[in-house]
């Protein structure tokens, strides 16, 4: 299973409040319950609450792509999707200056209906120097190694090609592309 998506900034948001309200509510419970001299271990209390939260929440967003299906999952939705639906991925450019690596979809009775976007990274324009950078260069190869061998043609626009083989060392996820530089 290759484990990606990105998540809304809706979402995102969404999720801040969800995780945010409760662990303001236990802080205040505790100073409540306790007094004012509790007023530390009940901000702490809320942030510890309010982290965990948003770590559950997070970890339960997002999309597996399995050698049998793709799975899109969000907090209160979970979708199934077989490979027939893919028409052909794609490496372009997205909102805001991000590159996108997205999923065609052949429209169907549920969502996503007409593409599944897989990862949403800044440009490429150095070497890995980084934890976010290197996983996101594992997410890149672990998906491009599946789309090739699930036969899905892959359309990569030649500058992110370029970058991702000088910087990083992969060759574009192509699906006829056969050699891998590591």
């Not at 309200?21 to 009940?42: E, Y």
């Amino acid at each position: 299973m290759v484990r990606a998506g990105e998540v809304s900034s809706q979402r995102m948001l969404l999720y801040g409040v969800l995780g945010a309200v409760p662990g303001l509510v236990a802080g205040a419970a505790i100073v409540a319950g306790f007094g004012i001299g509790r007023i530390f271990t009940g901000i702490l209390a809320g942030v510890l609450l309010t982290v965990a939260l948003l770590v559950l929440m997070f970890r339960r967003d997002g999309i597996e792509l399995g050698p049998d299906r793709i799975e899109r999952r969000t907090l209160w939705r979970r979708h199934t999707l077989g490979w027939d639906r893919v028409v052909a991925a794609r490496f372009t450019l997205g909102e805001g200056g991000r590159w996108e690596l997205a999923l065609d979809l052949v429209p169907g009775e549920e969502p996503p209906y007409g593409e599944l976007i897989l990862l949403s990274i800044p440009p490429v324009v150095r070497p890995v120097g980084n934890a976010y950078e290197d996983r996101k260069r594992e997410q890149v190869g672990e998906i491009r190694n599946l789309l090739r061998d699930k036969k899905i043609p892959v359309t990569i626009l030649p500058g992110i090609a370029l970058a991702l083989t000088l910087h990083w060392k992969l060759t574009p996820p192509s699906a006829g592309n056969h050699r891998q530089n590591t």
